[in-house]
């Protein structure tokens, strides 16, 4: 069966039966239907480790975090233990682009699979209509007279679909342009507010514009923030659902990790952490992006660290690496397999900077042969790196037991947990620590509008804040051609971009697009309705 056949074939529990698994009752939810709802509880204080799922750079094929983290939460749930995962919720512009659904796959899966990668609870939307009210507000106080002497308007509208004909369009009186929902600035302070005053104080603080003396002009100075934290008020509620082996599950917020911080809300994250022993979360695409944000922000923002990190990787993704086309990926090829295993070693090393608990997981498949899997394992043996298999995705819970015993085993140990770089370095001086620790970079170039806007950021005395790289997913580097792991490469700084509400500095390399185009054949070709059951999503 295909993955939404398996999704729909489930047999789930009321949501209320869910609900009572974490402790919770009626008055703490809000049904949404059967079988989702959203939780009202207060946050309790945190108990839970918390463990964090990330992967190799991303390949055509995905390497599977999503499959990985809830078949390691169920895992956890199989042995006894109070675990709970914490995910992101998909944007529409991938479901209906190229890469289909985002709610794990095969036997490993939460559901309702539909309803998550489409409309869900409505939180993608209402981030869209207060992102888009802020945006009204804005021309209307010019239309209005202008007493704010608005002189350049920085803060763009947004949309939930990749549409490539929005990245410049012309207003009335301007040039605009779009971003997805999930790179939106609403998205990303949605997903770093602990608290519903701290989101409305965060909506206020957003820098919109320049004034003719080149100050800030900001979303309170248009006294906006109350209607767009009446729009965000349901939104904000962390959603409920359950993986197929009925076991709890919140997901909430999803930003992209190659645009935006790629990580599930603080509010759910922290709230998961007062109610379960184990919570298991994920960060979107490769270390180099998922993971470095979800420490280097999230972790700063929230108070909160890790316990163990999982570094997801496939046969067919390390092939990859190794330089095999996709036609060609399904035969056993070792030479490619082990010069792939380098960016597995990069990754590795990477995570090590953060905390010394890490474990690699290969997402196996039935296409990987027992010698390409002991490969593998000898490898990490050989490097000293803990090495487990999840077969997860054919096998639910029971394929990932030796993930969890080996996850619960390292944390038991102290991770002795750390950040790249401190508040104080300049803005340069974390972009360099970024790319030359991370990607591995020889050198950083900047625009000459880059650099105009690092000096803007340093005059309002912010260059304390954390910095937000969006790149490539592909490559440790800007060039997404660029596989395995280059050498001898420069990255390019082309734009700056501060987001002073969620507290963070967007960092565009490269030719990164913050509004994604569809491909030639969009999957929303895939996608229908037919005898009242949806297909194509997988």
């Known amino acids: 069966m295909t993955d939404i056949e398996i999704s729909q074939n489930s047999n789930k529990l009321e949501i209320a039966e869910v609900a009572s698994k974490l402790g919770l009752n009626n008055q703490d939810i809000i049904p949404y239907g059967y079988d989702k709802a959203k939780i009202k509880k207060e946050i309790l204080a945190p108990k839970g480790k918390l463990i964090l799922v990330t992967a190799i750079s991303p390949t055509p094929y995905g390497e599977g975090k999503t499959t990985v983290s809830i078949g390691l939460h169920d895992a956890l749930s199989y042995l006894g233990k109070s ?19 985002a709610t794990g796959g095969g036997y490993s899966q939460v559901v309702p699979m539909e309803d998550i990668n489409l409309h869900f609870t409505g939180d ?21 007279g202008n007493e704010l002497d608005i002189k ?19 207003l009335e009186n301007r040039m605009d342009s779009f971003n997805i929902t999930a790179a939106s600035e609403i998205m990303a302070l949605f997903c770093l507010a602990d608290s519903f005053s701290d989101l409305k104080e965060r909506l206020g603080k957003i820098v919109v514009a320049l004034n003719g003396k080149n100050e800030f002009v900001y979303a309170k100075d248009l006294k906006v923030e109350g209607a767009m934290a009446v729009l965000l008020k349901d939104a904000f509620l962390p959603n409920l659902v359950q993986t197929l082996e009925n076991n709890p599950v919140l997901i909430h917020g999803g930003p992209f990790a190659n645009i935006a911080h790629g990580c599930n809300s603080v509010n759910a994250t922290k709230m998961a952490l ?21 420490y280097d922000i999230k972790c700063r923002k929230a108070g909160i660290k890790t ?44 995570l090590k900077k953060f905390g010394k608990n890490v474990v690699v997981c290969l997402n196996r498949y039935d296409t990987d042969s027992k010698e390409e899997i002991e490969t593998i394992k000898e490898h990490c043996s050989e490097k000293g790196m803990p090495f487990e298999v999840s077969t997860a995705y054919s ?21 002795e947990f750390s950040l790249l770089y401190e508040d104080n370095l300049g803005i340069k001086e974390k972009i360099k620590k970024v790319a030359f620790e991370i990607y591995s970079t020889r050198d950083v170039k900047y625009s000459a509008e880059a650099l105009e806007k690092i000096k803007l950021l340093e005059k309002n005395n912010l260059s304390y804040l954390p910095i937000c790289v969006a790149k490539t997913q592909y490559s440790l580097s800007d060039d997404a051609k660029k596989i395995g792991v280059p050498t001898d490469f420069e990255v390019t700084v082309r734009d700056i971009t501060l987001y002073n509400g969620a507290g963070i500095i967007t960092v565009l390399l490269g030719n990164i697009m913050t509004m994604p185009g569809l491909p030639k054949k969009a999957n929303y070709e895939n996608i229908d309705l037919v005898e009242e059951k949806i297909i194509g999503i997988d």
């Open 83 to 101: 675990s709970l995962a914490v995910l992101r919720e998909p944007s529409m512009g991938p479901v209906f682009g190229m890469k289909g659904g």
């Open 124 to 144: 993608f939307h209402a981030i869209e209509s207060a992102n888009n009210l802020l945006c009204a507000a804005i021309d209307n106080h010019i239309f209005q």
């Open 152 to 170: 350049e308007v920085l803060f763009k509208r947004c949309l939930d679909v990749n549409d490539r004909a929005l990245r410049n369009i012309k």
């Open 274 to 294: 007062g109610l379960a022993d184990y919570v298991v979360t994920e960060a979107g695409f490769g270390a180099d992006l998922g993971a470095e944000k979800f």
């Open 307 to 350: 316990d163990c990190t999982v570094l997801v990787a496939t046969v067919k993704a390390l092939k990859y690496h190794g330089g095999v086309n996709k036609e060609d990926i399904y035969e056993q090829n070792d030479l490619a397999l082990k010069k792939g295993l380098a960016n597995l070693d990069k990754h590795y090393m990477n």
């Open 395 to 415: 096998d639910g819970g029971q394929g990932a037991i030796c993930l969890a015993k080996k996850v619960l085993e390292l944390c038991e140990c102290n991770n």
